[in-house]
């Protein structure tokens, strides 16, 4: 009843910034209003949003955009230059490389959403009870953390690949398993720094158990930094994908993954350079855009610069 | 209601060893109100972290209502004892809205009747439901302390420890807080045990205090005592001298006590 | 105040600062005038005590925008002075110790160093004569073995004696104001009278004036010659630091009363009932008392 009182006679700004909001909801909305506003005054992270939204937009409609079939070989149309009738050219196979990079984008999205619902939670949950924790649990798993940051990210994704075999599906498996220790070391490190904290001490004393505290208390604030650390290594995993897509292990021929078509494309640089050129446009422009938006979410979200 | 006895706490191994606390022992009957005054270092505070739990390397014996207290503490344990901590700042998570905090309590004990007894709570307070949903940042450094209270009394604690509770506030604020702090204890007749390093403070809270100096007990006095000036200890006396100001001749005179 | 010409002048000072919910005015017309007194500023948390401090040094943030009629330093106005001359100013004629000398001190070298440092950027001298000097000013803050403590790094030695050094790198130059902004506080209360007696002996031996800013109007009224009261970024009152206890002004009166007591009874404190009648601008009465 009140809220909508608020909203009504105060309109939208008044009631997200009201000082005594009445419900948790409020209170909510009016703290993320304030970042919303914090962030919008990142004129290139806002831009990254943007070409990341675009991306999901395009995803979504691809079969609406893309004007050809993605799969579809027709050899006598093949190596054709920038035309109205085909945007950016076609391949060596006559595919439209167009519709190529349209559904592309779908493969994309794909990598670094499975990639970060699986790192991310198991970096922080690893983290997190280390730190808490503290003793023997801590060493046993940062020893574990340490063994799989001592290899270089692309040659230990090779391996799993070379033992999984190829495929998308093995790809972001492997990526995964390279991704998380990073997310653990840093959830750790906040970790540390929280738990001597007197907030946690009287939760402590309430009796409240371990779970309760890593899960309720601990988690939320290791979140901020993750989530900036995530964004910015979304660009170092569509590489990773495009790297192995390249060397034929990620996704396989004739799926229209960016960095396989580079491969593909990369015979044909000196006379046909579009083909080359605009899946790696792509990957450029994409990984560009997550990086200003990593950057941008470090100045809402970074709990330092909280006052 | 509070006995200690014999606490020892050591910090560290070896070479940095270091006797924190060294044989303090004292009483509290049920209702009072106990002073703990020190300078840094002086293991006032470590006193009250072995009582409250968070420290568990003491050795000793500490007993609440005639029961002696192992290291790790059970969940009537925290509905009888609370704490309320220093730093207004640190002592609420930042992210949690006031109503979540108290709340939490309130679920870990699975007490039911949450919104009722956070309604009540703020009230005794005297913070009222417009800041139930405000976030800690904005609120000012003593309405967070009250929260703070409010969070200690939400579980229904026969005693409360209070470490500091109003070092870190502004005078008018520090006069607040002991005012509300005093109406809450007459009338839920609580047993408290105040840390601080403010004499004036304890004697305004306490009937009787310990002093304490580098881990040591150095008496146990009552406030008339403190306001009549019968003291024996060199100690006491000269941190007396300094609560009173700045007095040059005075100054010359403070000894270093070991 | 019998002196003629003032060691520092104030004049109408001011500053704000930008929020998301328009301009806040920390600190709103304040003027006062010292000679080589101890003159100290007192207030609650957002008083603009701080800021006042800092606003003569011109160590604001630059997004904050300082205004005054007039900031007067020997004769000299600061307000017309640049960049590079305030930089001579600070240090070399005014200096400031702030409360916690963990953050004011470099963590990687001596504190011995640093003193010299300070020594040297000011005064052209040879290493051994700076050296020298610095010995002699550890000692004159009661460091018993300044050799030793030459060659300590900052986290070495303890809180009491932190300070004892920020003081002697701030007065090492010869300045002849200082700004110490709470000082003390962090201290323990035997400490901190002790590193007072120290900063007391000094200014008055040097002739310098001493603006001391704290919380803790007890305190400043044992410790000050006259006392600056500032409540919402104005002055409320400037009395002599004798007089305090016969102040009329009900913010004073405030402040002295809801003091816990030792000889006091056990009842609720008095608590400040704050005004905002306190606030309006009264001209005349401030300025007037000031430049008494």
Redesign the interface.
Known sequence: MMTHKALKTGGMGEWL?A??????F??WAG?AY?GL?AFMKNRLAVLGLLIIAILIIIAVLAPVIAPYDPVETNIGNRLQPLSFTHYFGTDEMGRDIFSRIVWGSRLTLYVIGLVAIIAAPVGILVGTVAGYFGGIIDTMLMRITDIFLAFPKLILALAFVSALGPGIENAIIAISITSWPPYARIARAETITIRN???I????????SAL?IIA??IM??CLPSLIIRVTLDMAGIILTAAGLGFLGLGAQPPSPEWGAMTSSGRTYIIDHWWLITMPGTAIFIVSLAFNLLGDGLREVLD?RS?? | MIAVENLNVFFGHGQTRNHAVKDVGFTVEKGESFGLVGESGSGKSTVLNCISGLLTHWKGRIEIDGVRLMQTRNMAFCRKVQMVFQDPYGSLHPRHTIDRTLKEPVKIHRLGDANNRVARVLDDVGLGAKFRFRFPHQLSGGQRQRVAVARALILDPEIILLDEPTSALDVSIQAEVLNLLQDIRREKNLTYILVSHDLAVVSHMCNRLLVMNRGKTVETITRNQLKSGAISEKYTTQLLVAGKGYDRTAIDQFQDFR | MTENTPLLTVNDLSVVFPSPKGEVCAVNNVSFSMGREKIGVVGESGSGKSLTGRAVLRLLPPYARVGASDITFKGRNLLSCSEKQMRKIRGMEISMVMQDPKYSLNPVRTVGEQIREAYTIHHKAGKKQARQKTLDMLKAVRIRNPEQVYGLYPHEVSGGMGQRIMIAMMLIPEPSLLIADEPTSALDVTVQLQVLAILDDLVGERGMGLIFISHDLALVSSFCDRVIIMYGGQIMEVVDAGNLHKSNHPYTKGLLSCLPKIDGTQDHLPTLVRDDVWLKPVPGRVNGEAAS
Do not use: C, I, W, Y
């Open positions: 910034l000082d005594t909001p009445d419900s948790a409020q209170a703290r304030l506003m904290s007197d907030f001490k009287a939760v402590k004393l309430q009796g409240a309760r309720g208390h939320p604030l709990p909280d006052n």
